[in-house]
Protein backbone atom coordinates (compact mmCIF):
# COMPACT_ATOMS: atom_id res chain seq x y z
CA UNK A 1 0.00 0.00 0.00
CA UNK A 2 3.06 2.53 0.59
CA UNK A 3 4.18 1.97 -2.89
CA UNK A 4 0.43 2.74 -4.33
CA UNK A 5 0.49 5.47 -2.12
CA UNK A 6 4.17 6.65 -3.43
CA UNK A 7 2.72 6.36 -6.83
CA UNK A 8 -0.52 7.75 -6.36
CA UNK A 9 0.91 10.78 -4.73
CA UNK A 10 3.30 11.06 -7.51
CA UNK A 11 0.76 11.65 -10.15
CA UNK A 12 -1.03 13.75 -7.98
CA UNK A 13 1.54 16.38 -7.61
CA UNK A 14 2.73 16.24 -11.12
CA UNK A 15 -1.49 17.27 -12.25
CA UNK A 16 -0.91 20.05 -9.76
CA UNK A 17 2.14 21.55 -11.05
CA UNK A 18 -0.01 21.56 -14.15
CA UNK A 19 -3.63 22.37 -12.73
CA UNK A 20 -4.80 24.79 -15.62
CA UNK A 21 -3.56 22.86 -18.76
CA UNK A 22 -5.05 19.56 -17.09
CA UNK A 23 -8.32 21.24 -15.79
CA UNK A 24 -9.13 23.10 -19.32
CA UNK A 25 -8.00 19.65 -21.04
CA UNK A 26 -10.99 17.58 -18.49
CA UNK A 27 -13.52 20.36 -19.16
CA UNK A 28 -13.35 20.80 -22.75
CA UNK A 29 -12.13 17.21 -23.77
CA UNK A 30 -15.75 16.19 -23.56
CA UNK A 31 -17.41 18.76 -25.00
CA UNK A 32 -15.12 18.43 -28.27
CA UNK A 33 -15.95 14.95 -28.52
CA UNK A 34 -19.34 15.02 -27.84
CA UNK A 35 -20.22 17.71 -30.24
CA UNK A 36 -17.54 16.73 -33.10
CA UNK A 37 -19.19 12.87 -32.86
CA UNK A 38 -22.77 13.88 -31.76
CA UNK A 39 -22.42 16.00 -35.60
CA UNK A 40 -21.12 13.50 -37.01
CA UNK A 41 -22.88 10.10 -36.13
CA UNK A 42 -26.37 11.19 -35.44
CA UNK A 43 -27.43 8.74 -38.19
CA UNK A 44 -25.50 5.48 -36.57
CA UNK A 45 -26.59 6.15 -33.30
CA UNK A 46 -29.39 3.49 -32.35
CA UNK A 47 -32.88 4.90 -31.09
CA UNK A 48 -33.53 3.61 -27.66
CA UNK A 49 -37.11 3.98 -26.29
CA UNK A 50 -37.49 7.16 -23.31
CA UNK A 51 -34.44 8.16 -23.82
CA UNK A 52 -32.50 11.31 -26.20
CA UNK A 53 -31.12 9.81 -28.85
CA UNK A 54 -27.28 11.05 -27.61
CA UNK A 55 -27.65 9.61 -24.57
CA UNK A 56 -26.65 6.38 -25.86
CA UNK A 57 -23.22 7.95 -27.38
CA UNK A 58 -22.08 9.65 -23.98
CA UNK A 59 -20.84 6.32 -22.30
CA UNK A 60 -18.64 5.62 -25.16
CA UNK A 61 -17.16 9.24 -24.97
CA UNK A 62 -16.41 8.64 -21.00
CA UNK A 63 -15.10 5.34 -21.59
CA UNK A 64 -12.72 7.17 -24.12
CA UNK A 65 -11.38 9.97 -21.90
CA UNK A 66 -10.96 7.01 -18.85
CA UNK A 67 -9.26 4.84 -21.51
CA UNK A 68 -7.36 6.95 -23.02
CA UNK A 69 -6.25 8.95 -19.73
CA UNK A 70 -4.87 5.91 -18.38
CA UNK A 71 -2.87 4.65 -21.79
CA UNK A 72 -1.48 8.37 -22.47
CA UNK A 73 -0.46 9.24 -18.89
CA UNK A 74 1.19 5.86 -18.21
CA UNK A 75 2.93 5.20 -21.61
CA UNK A 76 4.52 8.74 -21.42
CA UNK A 77 5.65 8.75 -17.87
CA UNK A 78 7.58 4.77 -18.41
CA UNK A 79 8.64 5.59 -22.29
CA UNK A 80 10.53 8.95 -21.26
CA UNK A 81 11.71 7.33 -17.89
CA UNK A 82 12.37 3.75 -18.62
CA UNK A 83 15.77 3.73 -18.47
CA UNK A 84 18.19 2.64 -15.98
CA UNK A 85 19.87 6.58 -16.14
CA UNK A 86 16.44 7.78 -15.90
CA UNK A 87 13.87 8.09 -12.69
CA UNK A 88 12.62 4.47 -12.99
CA UNK A 89 16.43 3.73 -12.34
CA UNK A 90 15.65 5.03 -8.73
CA UNK A 91 12.85 2.33 -8.63
CA UNK A 92 15.07 -0.89 -10.27
CA UNK A 93 17.52 -0.36 -7.28
CA UNK A 94 14.90 -0.08 -4.66
CA UNK A 95 13.19 -2.63 -2.61
CA UNK A 96 10.25 -2.11 -4.00
CA UNK A 97 9.40 -5.83 -6.17
CA UNK A 98 8.48 -5.60 -9.39
CA UNK A 99 5.10 -7.01 -8.75
CA UNK A 100 3.83 -3.99 -6.67
CA UNK A 101 5.42 -1.04 -8.93
CA UNK A 102 3.77 -2.64 -11.88
CA UNK A 103 0.74 -2.87 -9.87
CA UNK A 104 1.35 1.21 -8.21
CA UNK A 105 2.20 2.25 -11.62
CA UNK A 106 -1.35 0.92 -13.27
CA UNK A 107 -3.18 1.57 -10.06
CA UNK A 108 -1.75 5.02 -9.47
CA UNK A 109 -3.79 6.99 -12.33
CA UNK A 110 -7.28 5.94 -10.93
CA UNK A 111 -7.80 8.80 -9.37
CA UNK A 112 -7.32 11.16 -12.04
CA UNK A 113 -9.10 8.99 -14.57
CA UNK A 114 -11.86 8.60 -12.46
CA UNK A 115 -11.94 12.61 -11.38
CA UNK A 116 -11.77 13.15 -15.17
CA UNK A 117 -14.23 10.77 -16.65
CA UNK A 118 -16.71 11.87 -13.57
CA UNK A 119 -17.00 15.36 -14.41
CA UNK A 120 -17.14 14.58 -18.25
CA UNK A 121 -20.57 12.37 -17.48
CA UNK A 122 -21.71 15.87 -15.49
CA UNK A 123 -20.83 17.90 -18.43
CA UNK A 124 -22.65 15.64 -20.93
CA UNK A 125 -25.33 15.06 -18.68
CA UNK A 126 -25.81 19.14 -18.35
CA UNK A 127 -25.44 19.72 -22.35
CA UNK A 128 -27.69 16.83 -22.99
CA UNK A 129 -30.41 17.55 -20.58
CA UNK A 130 -30.95 14.69 -19.28
CA UNK A 131 -29.96 12.53 -15.61
CA UNK A 132 -28.86 8.75 -15.94
CA UNK A 133 -30.30 6.97 -13.24
CA UNK A 134 -28.58 7.27 -9.61
CA UNK A 135 -27.19 3.81 -9.26
CA UNK A 136 -26.50 3.52 -12.84
CA UNK A 137 -24.06 6.78 -12.34
CA UNK A 138 -22.56 4.89 -9.44
CA UNK A 139 -21.96 1.65 -10.83
CA UNK A 140 -20.64 3.59 -13.75
CA UNK A 141 -17.87 4.74 -11.41
CA UNK A 142 -16.66 0.86 -11.67
CA UNK A 143 -16.50 0.86 -15.10
CA UNK A 144 -14.71 3.75 -15.58
CA UNK A 145 -12.19 2.10 -13.35
CA UNK A 146 -11.85 -0.69 -14.93
CA UNK A 147 -11.32 1.53 -18.48
CA UNK A 148 -8.69 3.17 -17.14
CA UNK A 149 -7.06 -0.10 -15.48
CA UNK A 150 -7.08 -1.08 -18.98
CA UNK A 151 -5.73 1.65 -21.04
CA UNK A 152 -3.04 2.24 -17.87
CA UNK A 153 -1.94 -1.89 -18.68
CA UNK A 154 -1.72 -0.84 -22.34
CA UNK A 155 0.38 1.75 -21.00
CA UNK A 156 2.46 -0.19 -19.32
CA UNK A 157 3.05 -3.04 -22.19
CA UNK A 158 3.50 0.07 -25.02
CA UNK A 159 5.52 2.31 -22.44
CA UNK A 160 8.27 -1.04 -22.18
CA UNK A 161 8.32 -2.33 -25.80
CA UNK A 162 8.32 0.99 -28.04
CA UNK A 163 11.30 1.75 -29.58
CA UNK A 164 10.52 5.00 -31.01
CA UNK A 165 8.43 7.82 -29.59
CA UNK A 166 6.75 8.84 -32.84
CA UNK A 167 5.86 6.16 -34.36
CA UNK A 168 4.74 4.98 -31.11
CA UNK A 169 2.87 8.07 -30.39
CA UNK A 170 0.93 7.38 -33.82
CA UNK A 171 0.15 3.86 -32.76
CA UNK A 172 -1.53 5.19 -30.05
CA UNK A 173 -3.42 7.52 -31.79
CA UNK A 174 -4.71 4.72 -34.11
CA UNK A 175 -5.29 1.97 -31.34
CA UNK A 176 -7.48 5.08 -29.51
CA UNK A 177 -9.49 5.88 -32.63
CA UNK A 178 -9.79 2.10 -33.60
CA UNK A 179 -11.08 0.63 -30.30
CA UNK A 180 -13.31 3.88 -30.28
CA UNK A 181 -15.19 2.25 -33.30
CA UNK A 182 -14.77 -1.36 -33.15
CA UNK A 183 -15.68 -1.46 -29.38
CA UNK A 184 -19.24 0.20 -29.74
CA UNK A 185 -18.19 3.31 -27.97
CA UNK A 186 -19.10 5.17 -31.05
CA UNK A 187 -21.16 3.49 -33.10
CA UNK A 188 -23.84 -0.11 -32.74
CA UNK A 189 -21.54 -3.51 -33.51
CA UNK A 190 -24.25 -4.11 -35.92
CA UNK A 191 -22.64 -1.19 -38.50
CA UNK A 192 -19.45 -3.61 -39.13
CA UNK A 193 -19.55 -6.72 -41.09
CA UNK A 194 -21.48 -9.87 -39.83
CA UNK A 195 -18.07 -11.62 -40.33
CA UNK A 196 -15.99 -9.40 -37.64
CA UNK A 197 -18.80 -9.10 -35.17
CA UNK A 198 -18.22 -11.60 -32.57
CA UNK A 199 -14.90 -11.05 -32.75
CA UNK A 200 -15.31 -7.30 -32.17
CA UNK A 201 -18.27 -8.25 -29.45
CA UNK A 202 -15.74 -10.18 -27.10
CA UNK A 203 -13.33 -7.46 -27.27
CA UNK A 204 -12.80 -6.15 -23.42
CA UNK A 205 -13.34 -2.82 -23.94
CA UNK A 206 -16.67 -4.01 -26.58
CA UNK A 207 -17.52 -5.37 -23.13
CA UNK A 208 -17.51 -2.55 -21.08
CA UNK A 209 -19.19 -0.23 -23.77
CA UNK A 210 -21.88 -2.82 -23.38
CA UNK A 211 -22.00 -2.96 -19.63
CA UNK A 212 -22.05 1.24 -19.16
CA UNK A 213 -25.20 1.47 -21.09
CA UNK A 214 -26.94 -1.71 -19.46
CA UNK A 215 -25.85 0.31 -16.18
CA UNK A 216 -26.56 3.77 -17.25
CA UNK A 217 -29.84 3.66 -20.06
CA UNK A 218 -30.99 0.13 -19.02
CA UNK A 219 -29.86 -1.58 -22.23
CA UNK A 220 -30.38 -5.71 -20.77
CA UNK A 221 -26.38 -6.67 -20.42
CA UNK A 222 -25.17 -10.15 -18.07
CA UNK A 223 -23.53 -9.18 -14.83
CA UNK A 224 -20.87 -12.30 -15.74
CA UNK A 225 -19.67 -10.08 -18.30
CA UNK A 226 -18.01 -8.22 -15.40
CA UNK A 227 -15.64 -10.82 -15.71
CA UNK A 228 -14.17 -9.96 -18.69
CA UNK A 229 -12.73 -6.68 -18.19
CA UNK A 230 -11.46 -7.68 -14.56
CA UNK A 231 -9.68 -10.93 -15.94
CA UNK A 232 -8.14 -8.82 -18.37
CA UNK A 233 -6.91 -6.30 -15.80
CA UNK A 234 -5.40 -9.06 -14.00
CA UNK A 235 -4.07 -11.44 -17.11
CA UNK A 236 -2.44 -8.08 -18.73
CA UNK A 237 -0.85 -7.25 -14.84
CA UNK A 238 0.84 -10.63 -15.43
CA UNK A 239 2.11 -9.88 -18.53
CA UNK A 240 3.58 -6.83 -17.70
CA UNK A 241 4.92 -7.85 -14.63
CA UNK A 242 7.33 -10.23 -16.91
CA UNK A 243 8.25 -7.58 -19.25
CA UNK A 244 8.90 -4.73 -16.48
CA UNK A 245 11.43 -7.68 -15.02
CA UNK A 246 13.04 -7.54 -18.56
CA UNK A 247 13.97 -3.61 -18.18
CA UNK A 248 14.60 -3.34 -15.02
CA UNK A 249 17.32 -5.26 -14.95
CA UNK A 250 20.61 -5.55 -17.59
CA UNK B 1 37.87 -6.15 9.07
CA UNK B 2 34.64 -8.03 7.94
CA UNK B 3 33.56 -8.04 4.31
CA UNK B 4 30.67 -5.76 3.76
CA UNK B 5 30.81 -6.83 -0.06
CA UNK B 6 32.15 -10.00 -1.89
CA UNK B 7 32.60 -10.59 -5.41
CA UNK B 8 32.88 -14.50 -6.77
CA UNK B 9 34.48 -14.60 -9.86
CA UNK B 10 31.77 -12.03 -11.40
CA UNK B 11 31.74 -12.16 -15.54
CA UNK B 12 29.69 -9.70 -17.47
CA UNK B 13 29.13 -9.72 -21.04
CA UNK B 14 27.68 -6.61 -22.98
CA UNK B 15 27.35 -6.34 -26.58
CA UNK B 16 29.35 -9.15 -27.28
CA UNK B 17 32.27 -8.12 -25.23
CA UNK B 18 33.12 -8.44 -21.47
CA UNK B 19 32.83 -5.67 -19.26
CA UNK B 20 33.72 -7.80 -16.27
CA UNK B 21 36.00 -10.78 -15.99
CA UNK B 22 36.12 -13.05 -13.42
CA UNK B 23 36.40 -10.45 -10.69
CA UNK B 24 36.79 -12.16 -6.90
CA UNK B 25 37.64 -9.60 -3.77
CA UNK B 26 35.63 -8.33 -1.20
CA UNK B 27 35.31 -4.62 0.41
CA UNK B 28 35.42 -4.09 3.96
CA UNK B 29 32.28 -2.78 6.20
CA UNK B 30 33.29 0.87 6.81
CA UNK B 31 35.66 1.99 3.97
CA UNK B 32 36.33 3.60 1.07
CA UNK B 33 36.90 2.41 -2.30
CA UNK B 34 37.68 4.57 -5.32
CA UNK B 35 37.03 3.22 -8.26
CA UNK B 36 39.41 4.40 -11.89
CA UNK B 37 40.09 3.57 -14.68
CA UNK B 38 39.43 4.94 -18.63
CA UNK B 39 36.36 4.36 -20.65
CA UNK B 40 34.76 1.27 -20.77
CA UNK B 41 36.61 -0.36 -18.04
CA UNK B 42 34.03 -1.75 -16.25
CA UNK B 43 33.85 0.60 -13.48
CA UNK B 44 29.79 1.56 -13.91
CA UNK B 45 29.60 -2.19 -14.86
CA UNK B 46 30.64 -3.07 -11.40
CA UNK B 47 28.85 -1.09 -9.72
CA UNK B 48 25.63 -2.20 -11.27
CA UNK B 49 26.32 -5.30 -10.66
CA UNK B 50 26.81 -4.91 -7.01
CA UNK B 51 23.84 -2.92 -6.86
CA UNK B 52 21.74 -6.22 -8.37
CA UNK B 53 20.57 -3.46 -10.89
CA UNK B 54 22.76 -5.41 -13.56
CA UNK B 55 22.74 -9.70 -13.64
CA UNK B 56 26.09 -11.21 -14.49
CA UNK B 57 26.46 -13.94 -16.88
CA UNK B 58 28.65 -15.72 -14.20
CA UNK B 59 29.82 -15.20 -10.26
CA UNK B 60 27.69 -13.91 -7.43
CA UNK B 61 28.03 -10.73 -5.41
CA UNK B 62 27.26 -10.86 -1.37
CA UNK B 63 26.53 -8.24 0.38
CA UNK B 64 26.26 -8.74 4.25
CA UNK B 65 26.49 -12.06 2.74
CA UNK B 66 23.44 -12.30 1.16
CA UNK B 67 23.01 -13.00 -2.86
CA UNK B 68 22.34 -9.58 -4.85
CA UNK B 69 20.18 -11.83 -7.19
CA UNK B 70 18.55 -14.23 -4.97
CA UNK B 71 17.89 -11.91 -2.04
CA UNK B 72 17.06 -8.42 -4.07
CA UNK B 73 14.69 -7.41 -1.64
CA UNK B 74 17.04 -7.48 1.28
CA UNK B 75 20.47 -6.56 -0.33
CA UNK B 76 18.62 -3.24 -1.86
CA UNK B 77 17.29 -2.42 1.38
CA UNK B 78 20.35 -1.75 2.56
CA UNK B 79 22.29 -0.32 -0.70
CA UNK B 80 22.02 3.18 -2.01
CA UNK B 81 23.08 4.03 -5.73
CA UNK B 82 23.52 6.87 -7.39
CA UNK B 83 24.02 7.03 -11.09
CA UNK B 84 26.20 9.32 -13.11
CA UNK B 85 23.47 11.37 -14.82
CA UNK B 86 21.08 13.40 -12.89
CA UNK B 87 17.76 11.05 -13.30
CA UNK B 88 15.38 13.25 -10.41
CA UNK B 89 11.91 13.17 -11.79
CA UNK B 90 11.41 17.15 -13.59
CA UNK B 91 7.96 17.65 -13.08
CA UNK B 92 8.53 17.25 -9.40
CA UNK B 93 10.01 19.61 -6.71
CA UNK B 94 12.98 18.41 -4.90
CA UNK B 95 11.22 17.95 -2.02
CA UNK B 96 8.70 15.74 -3.79
CA UNK B 97 11.56 13.51 -5.22
CA UNK B 98 12.64 12.96 -2.19
CA UNK B 99 9.65 12.44 -0.68
CA UNK B 100 8.78 9.75 -3.59
CA UNK B 101 11.99 8.13 -2.56
CA UNK B 102 11.48 7.89 1.04
CA UNK B 103 8.46 6.13 0.37
CA UNK B 104 9.76 3.99 -2.46
CA UNK B 105 11.83 2.34 0.61
CA UNK B 106 9.13 2.32 3.27
CA UNK B 107 9.86 5.17 5.07
CA UNK B 108 7.23 6.83 7.99
CA UNK B 109 6.15 10.11 7.06
CA UNK B 110 8.11 11.62 10.11
CA UNK B 111 11.36 10.08 9.44
CA UNK B 112 11.42 11.09 5.66
CA UNK B 113 10.49 14.87 6.71
CA UNK B 114 13.52 14.62 9.66
CA UNK B 115 16.04 12.76 7.08
CA UNK B 116 14.93 15.93 4.05
CA UNK B 117 15.29 18.31 7.01
CA UNK B 118 18.78 17.68 8.24
CA UNK B 119 20.23 16.25 4.63
CA UNK B 120 19.37 19.35 2.86
CA UNK B 121 20.69 21.44 5.96
CA UNK B 122 24.02 19.53 5.66
CA UNK B 123 24.14 19.63 1.47
CA UNK B 124 23.30 22.78 1.51
CA UNK B 125 20.29 22.84 -0.90
CA UNK B 126 17.36 24.00 1.63
CA UNK B 127 16.82 26.85 -0.30
CA UNK B 128 16.22 25.37 -3.20
CA UNK B 129 13.86 22.46 -1.59
CA UNK B 130 10.44 23.84 -3.47
CA UNK B 131 12.73 23.82 -7.09
CA UNK B 132 12.08 21.83 -9.77
CA UNK B 133 15.64 20.21 -10.67
CA UNK B 134 15.85 22.14 -14.58
CA UNK B 135 15.50 25.21 -11.95
CA UNK B 136 19.00 24.12 -10.15
CA UNK B 137 22.44 23.97 -11.20
CA UNK B 138 24.02 20.53 -12.28
CA UNK B 139 25.97 21.02 -8.79
CA UNK B 140 22.87 21.06 -6.53
CA UNK B 141 20.98 18.59 -9.17
CA UNK B 142 23.81 16.10 -7.78
CA UNK B 143 23.86 17.18 -4.27
CA UNK B 144 19.61 16.44 -4.18
CA UNK B 145 20.89 13.03 -5.72
CA UNK B 146 23.53 12.13 -2.73
CA UNK B 147 20.94 13.51 -0.78
CA UNK B 148 18.03 11.03 -1.82
CA UNK B 149 20.55 8.10 -1.85
CA UNK B 150 21.17 8.78 1.76
CA UNK B 151 17.59 9.50 3.23
CA UNK B 152 16.73 5.61 4.01
CA UNK B 153 20.03 5.55 5.44
CA UNK B 154 22.18 2.91 3.62
CA UNK B 155 25.09 0.88 4.98
CA UNK B 156 26.27 0.74 1.60
CA UNK B 157 27.21 3.23 -0.95
CA UNK B 158 27.71 2.79 -4.66
CA UNK B 159 28.34 6.24 -6.40
CA UNK B 160 28.88 6.75 -9.86
CA UNK B 161 31.26 9.57 -10.84
CA UNK B 162 29.70 11.77 -7.46
CA UNK B 163 31.23 14.37 -8.30
CA UNK B 164 31.60 14.69 -11.72
CA UNK B 165 29.95 18.57 -13.27
CA UNK B 166 30.61 20.30 -9.54
CA UNK B 167 32.32 23.27 -8.98
CA UNK B 168 35.24 23.05 -6.87
CA UNK B 169 33.62 24.59 -3.14
CA UNK B 170 31.24 21.46 -4.00
CA UNK B 171 33.76 19.06 -4.75
CA UNK B 172 35.07 19.77 -1.49
CA UNK B 173 32.45 19.82 -0.09
CA UNK B 174 30.97 16.09 -1.07
CA UNK B 175 34.34 15.14 -0.26
CA UNK B 176 33.93 16.25 3.47
CA UNK B 177 30.92 14.87 3.36
CA UNK B 178 32.10 11.26 2.36
CA UNK B 179 35.09 11.40 5.06
CA UNK B 180 32.46 12.06 7.59
CA UNK B 181 30.86 8.82 6.52
CA UNK B 182 33.76 6.52 6.68
CA UNK B 183 34.01 3.95 9.85
CA UNK B 184 29.81 4.07 9.59
CA UNK B 185 28.88 3.43 5.99
CA UNK B 186 30.83 1.21 3.17
CA UNK B 187 31.55 3.77 0.30
CA UNK B 188 32.01 2.20 -2.90
CA UNK B 189 32.55 5.33 -6.00
CA UNK B 190 33.39 5.64 -9.68
CA UNK B 191 35.73 8.74 -10.43
CA UNK B 192 38.23 10.04 -12.99
CA UNK B 193 39.52 12.38 -11.05
CA UNK B 194 43.35 11.73 -9.74
CA UNK B 195 42.88 14.36 -7.08
CA UNK B 196 39.26 13.23 -5.87
CA UNK B 197 40.93 9.49 -5.71
CA UNK B 198 44.03 10.76 -3.50
CA UNK B 199 42.09 12.64 -1.19
CA UNK B 200 39.18 10.24 -0.45
CA UNK B 201 40.24 6.58 -0.54
CA UNK B 202 41.04 3.90 1.85
CA UNK B 203 41.88 1.90 -1.71
CA UNK B 204 42.00 2.55 -4.54
CA UNK B 205 41.11 -0.08 -7.16
CA UNK B 206 42.32 0.69 -10.90
CA UNK B 207 40.09 -1.22 -13.63
CA UNK B 208 41.18 -1.94 -17.76
CA UNK B 209 39.19 -3.90 -19.60
CA UNK B 210 37.03 -5.34 -16.77
CA UNK B 211 40.19 -6.32 -14.85
CA UNK B 212 41.55 -5.17 -11.74
CA UNK B 213 45.05 -3.80 -12.82
CA UNK B 214 46.10 -2.39 -9.44
CA UNK B 215 44.54 -2.61 -6.07
CA UNK B 216 45.29 -1.04 -2.62
CA UNK B 217 46.42 1.95 -0.64
CA UNK B 218 48.08 4.54 -2.61
CA UNK B 219 50.90 4.83 -0.56
CA UNK B 220 50.55 0.87 -1.09
CA UNK B 221 50.17 1.35 -5.42
CA UNK B 222 53.34 4.00 -5.50
CA UNK B 223 55.23 2.16 -3.12
CA UNK B 224 54.89 -0.98 -5.97
CA UNK B 225 55.99 1.55 -8.03
CA UNK B 226 58.94 1.37 -6.26
CA UNK B 227 61.23 4.73 -7.21
CA UNK B 228 60.15 5.19 -10.69
CA UNK B 229 60.76 8.64 -12.20
CA UNK B 230 59.18 9.99 -15.38
CA UNK B 231 61.06 12.66 -17.62
CA UNK B 232 59.78 14.01 -20.94
CA UNK B 233 62.63 15.79 -23.19
CA UNK B 234 61.40 18.41 -25.47
CA UNK B 235 63.68 18.82 -28.99
CA UNK B 236 63.40 21.11 -31.81
CA UNK B 237 63.53 18.30 -34.06
CA UNK B 238 63.80 14.49 -32.53
CA UNK B 239 65.68 12.46 -35.78
CA UNK B 240 65.12 8.59 -35.76
CA UNK B 241 69.09 7.67 -35.02
CA UNK B 242 68.82 10.18 -31.69
CA UNK B 243 65.69 8.68 -30.63
CA UNK B 244 67.13 4.85 -31.43
CA UNK B 245 70.44 5.64 -29.44
CA UNK B 246 68.32 6.96 -26.26
CA UNK B 247 66.07 3.65 -26.56
CA UNK B 248 68.89 1.34 -26.06
CA UNK B 249 70.28 2.22 -22.88
CA UNK B 250 69.71 -0.16 -20.34
CA UNK B 251 68.29 2.63 -17.79
CA UNK B 252 65.67 3.75 -19.37
CA UNK B 253 62.18 1.98 -18.83
CA UNK B 254 59.10 1.94 -21.69
CA UNK B 255 61.00 4.65 -24.04
CA UNK B 256 58.58 6.70 -26.59
CA UNK B 257 57.92 9.20 -29.21
CA UNK B 258 55.64 11.67 -28.73
CA UNK B 259 55.70 14.16 -31.40
CA UNK B 260 59.41 15.83 -30.60
CA UNK B 261 59.07 14.69 -27.56
CA UNK B 262 61.05 11.75 -26.04
CA UNK B 263 58.79 9.82 -23.46
CA UNK B 264 60.69 7.68 -20.62
CA UNK B 265 61.03 6.36 -17.60
CA UNK B 266 63.82 5.06 -15.49
CA UNK B 267 64.86 3.83 -11.86
CA UNK B 268 67.07 6.54 -10.68
CA UNK B 269 67.35 10.18 -11.60
CA UNK B 270 71.08 9.28 -12.73
CA UNK B 271 69.15 7.92 -15.77
CA UNK B 272 68.54 11.36 -16.75
CA UNK B 273 72.06 12.71 -17.18
CA UNK B 274 73.17 9.77 -19.31
CA UNK B 275 70.45 10.90 -21.84
CA UNK B 276 71.53 14.28 -21.59
CA UNK B 277 74.75 13.42 -22.35
CA UNK B 278 72.96 12.13 -25.52
CA UNK B 279 70.66 14.51 -26.37
CA UNK B 280 72.66 17.71 -25.72
CA UNK B 281 74.07 17.02 -29.21
CA UNK B 282 70.83 18.01 -30.42
CA UNK B 283 68.58 22.14 -29.73
CA UNK B 284 66.44 21.23 -26.87
CA UNK B 285 63.02 23.16 -26.03
CA UNK B 286 62.06 22.17 -22.68
CA UNK B 287 62.59 18.60 -20.22
CA UNK B 288 60.30 17.93 -17.12
CA UNK B 289 60.73 15.25 -14.74
CA UNK B 290 58.36 13.67 -12.02
CA UNK B 291 58.49 11.06 -9.42
CA UNK B 292 55.59 8.54 -10.82
CA UNK B 293 51.90 9.27 -9.29
CA UNK B 294 49.16 7.66 -9.51
CA UNK B 295 47.99 9.35 -12.75
CA UNK B 296 50.84 7.75 -14.24
CA UNK B 297 49.96 4.66 -12.47
CA UNK B 298 47.00 4.77 -14.24
CA UNK B 299 48.30 5.49 -17.62
CA UNK B 300 50.86 2.45 -17.45
CA UNK B 301 48.56 -0.32 -16.14
CA UNK B 302 45.89 0.26 -18.45
CA UNK B 303 48.30 0.99 -21.53
CA UNK B 304 46.61 -1.79 -24.38
Not at chain 1, 20 to 25: A, K, R, V
Not at chain 1, 81 to 100: D, E, H, K, L, M
Not at chain 1, 231 to 249: D, H
Not at chain 2, 290 to 304: C, H, N, Y
Request: proline share 4%; aromatic share 8%; hydrophobic share 45%.
Amino acid sequence: MNLISAFVRRRVAHINHRWIGELSLTLLLPIGIYITLGFGLTNAIPEIEAVPKLAWLIPGIVLMIAFSGGLITVFHDLFLNRSSNQFYGTVYTSPATIVATVTSLTVSVIPEGAVRSVLAIAILQSLLGYVYPFTGQLLMVFLIILAVLIGASAGVTLGIVAKDAIASQLTILLLLIGLGFCSSWFVPLETFPDSIQPLLAVLPTSVLGELSRGVLIGAPVSATLFLIPIGTVIFWTVVNVFLFSKISTE
Amino acid sequence: MEASISLKKIGKVLNGSSVLAGLSFGIERGSIMAVLGPNDSGKTALLKVIAGFSKPEYGSVFIEGMDVQLRRIETASVLGYMPQEVNLDRHLTVLENLQFHGRLYGLSRERINRQIASLSEQLGFRAFIHDFPDDLSSGYQKRVMLCRTLLPDPQILLLEEPTSSLDLRSQYMVWDFLQEMRGSKTIVYTTQSIREAERVHDRIVIMHHGHVALDGTLDRLLENAGELFHFQIHFQKLPKDLYEEMSKLTTVVSPSQVGQVFDFYGRERKVFFDIMKLAIKKKLVDYSADKVGLETLIMTSTED
